[in-house]
């Protein structure tokens, strides 16, 4: 069965780019009717917070992006430790104690030699009576022993991959605090959770690579492994500076829609173009993971606002009743309101302008001075309230009677006296729904 998983910090709140790597693996298990694990990264006691895991939960149901079960890291920490046994039984896992200092002072060392910056594994010419000496001094940490081999995979997105791990540091899988990383987490995680398939960032290529080793050194079997292009802003200027601003709680605040944002992540940075769609189960059928490229992928949060709009303008009444009902307007005008309105707004929450506009009546118009005198005289004209459909078509055939005015001179200003905007829905059934007449300008 296919299985898939994201697997989020509870560090911060979740943004774009996590997104995006949650939506592939969604889409993945979901059209192959698998598997969808969230898997809570939280082995960091100081930085994991409850309230960030709350937060995951929510913007993923907001987003429609259900999960069938919830794994905690921290609830599989003997796991993690068998694991370490295992490979330590395997003489793949060795204990080194240089401190951060001294690593970077190696690597600088190395770099001015012209070398490449990967660690020398001097902790393998420790003797026993070095190691206790060192423990007694500071806490030693875990590193995996590559195979200093090429690791080669299929990449579902890059195609042939492969690292030298020659080139490659021996990664760390346990701190001297005894904090288990992420690298070691994920891959008995993986393996355990037969996950099949692992879509992320390009920037973790040789994370995989290292992972590979580890996963067949632990007895596993190594999951389809898809790269996706990383993120930058409209200019190609990195987007990690702005993501502060990009994160889903903030983009919900703004009003962007749930599938107006899966609509364009679903096809960014693939040969396809972007396609408005009107569901998650539209986005699962047309999704391949194949069509996706490797090279940087330019987002556009502006993208977002003419995509929401499409799609609140595409919906039936019963899809927005209840945001209705919830501004006061009566449930005998609703049907009539959405149907004025839904073309006319950029937001959900632009919908409670547009109400106050009706029933309070319009701010007062900027009327060119010409204007003014002439709308003063066309008020005189409109017919008692309240209004009806063919109120609009009457009131203006009797003010170009009465004043010669047509076209453009003759509706503007009206618009501008009932509405106190340049544009809007049809004044026909803006009418009918006025709780109050117009104010004199």
């Known amino acids: 069965m296919t299985t898939t998983r994201f697997a989020p910090s509870p560090t911060g709140f979740l943004h774009v780019g996590n997104l995006r790597t949650a939506l592939f ?23 994991s917070k409850e309230h960030f895991v709350d937060a995951i939960r929510e913007d993923l149901e907001w987003l429609g992006l259900t999960w069938d079960r919830v794994e905690r890291q921290s609830q599989r920490l003997d796991r993690y430790a068998a694991a370490a046994d295992t490979l330590r039984g395997k003489d793949r896992l060795y204990e080194a104690f240089e401190t951060p200092t001294e690593l970077d002072l190696k690597r600088k060392k190395q770099l001015n030699m012209g070398k490449p910056p990967v ?27 590559l195979d200093r081999d090429r690791i080669e995979w299929q990449d579902s997105i890059l195609g042939a991959t492969s690292i030298d791990a020659a080139s490659v540091s021996d990664p760390v899988l346990i701190r001297g605090d005894g904090q288990v990383l992420y690298t070691l987490a994920s891959v008995v995680d993986d393996t355990e959770m037969c996950v099949t398939h692992v879509v992320r960032g390009a920037d973790h290529v040789t994370n995989t690579a290292t992972q590979i080793q580890i996963i067949e ?3 596993g079997t190594v999951p389809n492994f898809a790269h996706h292009s990383l993120l930058t802003g409209p200019q190609g200027e990195a987007l990690s500076k702005r993501l502060g601003t990009l994160a889903l709680r903030d983009l919900r605040d703004q009003g962007v ?7 364009l992540l679903a096809r960014l940075g693939s040969a396809d173009p972007v396609e408005l769609r009107g569901s998650v189960d539209e986005l699962i059928e047309g999704f391949d993971i194949a069509r996706f490229g ?5 987002f556009d949060v502006n993208d977002l606002f003419p995509l929401t709009a499409r799609h609140l303008a595409a919906q039936p009444f019963a899809a927005v009743a209840d945001d209705i009902r919830a501004l006061g307007v009566p449930d005998a005008i609703a049907p009539a309101f959405w149907k004025a309105v839904h073309e006319n707004i950029a937001a959900r929450a632009d919908m409670a302008e547009w109400w106050a506009v009706f029933r309070d009546g319009a701010p007062q118009p900027a009327l060119d001075e010409g204007d003014r005198a002439f709308v003063a005289e066309a008020l005189a004209l409109l017919p008692p309230h309240p209004y009806g459909p063919e109120t609009w078509g009457a009131w203006t055939a009797a003010v170009k009677e009465k004043t010669g005015r047509k076209g453009k001179a003759l509706f503007m200003p009206l618009r501008l006296a009932v ?5 809007g829905p049809e004044m026909a059934d803006v009418m009918p729904l006025l709780q109050q007449p117009p104010k004199p300008a």
């Open 25 to 47: 693996n969604f889409l993945i298990a979901r059209k192959a009717g698998g598997t969808f694990i969230l898997r809570l990264d939280d082995t960091d006691p100081e930085r």
């Open 119 to 145: 660690y020398d594994r001097a902790a393998l010419d420790l003797t026993d009576a070095d190691r206790d000496r060192l423990r007694a001094e500071r806490g030693g940490h875990w590193r995996f022993l």
């Open 217 to 219: 050194a632990l007895g």
């Open 257 to 263: 829609e749930p599938m107006a944002l899966l609509s």
């Open 294 to 298: 490797a090279a940087p992928t330019k």
């Open 419 to 423: 509405t106190g905007r340049a544009r």
